[in-house]
């Protein structure tokens, strides 16, 4: 149990609040408010996302490789190589926003292609598929693979074959 060593007023200015807040759920993924002068836990309504949501922007590849840096570091060379490639041909169509998966897609980055209506979900991992979803990527990526692969979601999977760069290609010049 963590307990703040001084009181918060939930109602005062937010921006300390919030940065708490984003805090606690980067560091516990969750937490509680306790109401002090009503001796309860406060009902406070939040979300937890399933995935780690970094700021809107153009992403080429000089910039979202500082954001990818840290995931690929106990990768081998070789894979690390690879996966690089297939971020790097992503972000030569400059995303606007980068997310990573924490839920079921663990170790994919959702790359964001709003005004197109596309989101690409690359993983870090090799013999993995990318998934591309439209405008309901937030409700599939979700799911389980299992789920997407079986059920009747519109998505496409691009395998990680010798076509793959001329699928995401021809995906992203649509």
């Not at 995935?51 to 080429?60: A, D, F, H």
């Not at 971020?87 to 292609?113: C, H, N, Q, W």
């Not at 760069?165 to 992203?172: A, H, T, Y």
């Amino acid at each position: 149990m963590y307990i703040s060593t001084r009181t918060i007023d939930l109602n005062g200015d937010q921006a300390p609040v919030i940065h708490l807040a984003n805090l606690l759920f980067e560091y516990f993924f969750e937490f509680e408010i306790f109401d002090i002068s009503n001796h309860k836990i406060s009902n406070v309504p939040t979300r937890q996302l399933q995935w780690e949501v970094l700021p809107r922007g153009k992403y080429p590849w000089n910039k979202a490789s500082g954001v990818l840096a840290p995931y690929l570091t106990k990768l081998s060379h070789s894979e690390k190589g690879v996966i690089e490639h297939r971020m790097r041909e992503i972000s030569k169509y400059e995303p606007d926003f980068l997310a990573t998966g924490r839920g079921g897609y663990s170790g994919y980055f959702v790359y964001g292609f709003t005004d197109k209506k596309l989101h690409f979900l690359e993983s870090i991992y090799l013999n993995n598929a990318t998934y591309v979803f439209g405008e309901n990527w937030e409700e599939l990526s979700g799911l389980s693979k299992e789920e997407i692969i079986n059920g009747e979601h519109e998505h496409s999977r691009v395998i990680h074959d010798k076509k793959w760069i001329e699928k995401v290609r021809q995906l992203l010049r649509t």
